[in-house]
């Protein structure tokens, strides 16, 4: 599912050169100058360029992924008999289970779906619409979107970590052109600032997601609502695994799991939504 939001599409291009040029830094600049005589050098370089895989994978899917988009009717659904002036209404009716009703969409849609005025449609349990990936962020992405945030923030502390070694341990070998210090100084400060900028950000919101699904709210009830909830923990895991799957939570990391199957019930049949 592709948006064409001009500040989406920036912000995503924003964040692949942010992500590259984190990387051209800490392996040119930091390991290859600062720990070229060290075994730990090598090492770096994979794990800091898996860690960059892994934010790319789930970045992808949480862009591409269909956040649970409902599914329009395939004819014209009668709202006559609704007299309302606004465009979301909530049907009174028992066996609907407290759905509602979209005018924009000209559809039922279930409980905590909500129409998208980006997206021009109606998703399901729907956060927010996310211009870092050009998405909304709902129930079939939601995994996605927190990968990605966790990555980013791994990635941030680990360079601001490599930086900061780079500067305690001495180098031998390491180059006294003082053209070379000054550019390598240089790269490192304005790494340092992205790392810290960047790393604050991700934090920020992904403590906001895991407030949201421990407390079954989107980001416009927990705007609205002027209480705290109360945390149940013997349903903190049964919210995780809604939202990152039923598989073992170290799963749960992996871009290439799945979120688990939505039965999607319209009036009196059922549409399976295969992932």
């Known amino acids: 599912m592709f948006v064409r939001d001009p500040c989406g599409i920036v912000c995503i291009i924003v964040t692949y050169i942010a ?12 390991i290859l100058h600062s720990l070229q005589d060290s075994l730990w050098g090598p090492f770096h370089v994979v794990a800091f360029n898996t860690v960059v ?5 789930s970045h992808l899917k949480a862009v591409c992924s269909d ?4 599914p ?16 979301e209404t909530k049907i009174e009716c028992d066996e609907r289970d407290n759905w509602t009703v979209c005018t924009r969409c000209e559809t039922y849609r279930p409980p905590k779906a909500q129409h998208c005025r980006i997206c021009k449609r109606c998703v399901r349990r ?25 990555y980013v923030g791994m990635l941030a502390i680990y360079a601001l970590g490599l930086v900061i070694t780079s500067w305690v341990i001495e180098c031998s ?40 699904i421990l407390g079954e709210e989107n980001t416009m009830e927990r705007v609205q609502s002027s209480h705290h909830y109360k945390r149940n923990s013997s349903r903190t895991f049964v919210l ?4 990152c799957g039923k598989g073992h939570p170290i799963l ?24």
């Open 173 to 212: 070998r390491c180059s006294n052109d003082m053209a070379v210090k000054q550019t390598r100084i240089l790269h490192c400060v304005m790494l340092v600032l992205e790392s810290a900028l960047f790393g604050m950000f991700v934090i920020s919101v992904l403590v906001d997601q895991f407030l949201g």
């Open 240 to 243: 995780l695994s809604q939202v």
């Open 252 to 275: 749960w990391m992996l871009p290439c799991q799945n979120p688990p199957k939505y039965t999607f019930r319209k009036d009196a049949y059922l549409i399976d939504h295969e992932i």
């Open 67 to 70: 956040p649970g988009v409902v």
């Open 72 to 87: 329009l009717p395939q004819s014209p659904m009668d709202f006559s008999d609704i007299h309302t002036d606004n465009s």
């Open 126 to 150: 729907w956060d927010h619409h996310c211009p870092w990936i050009n998405n909304c962020v709902g129930e079939r992405n939601q995994k996605y979107f927190i990968q990605f945030l966790v």
């Open 53 to 57: 895989l892994l934010l790319m994978m």
């Open 19 to 30: 992500v590259f040029y984190a990387d051209y830094v800490v392996v040119r600049w930091v």
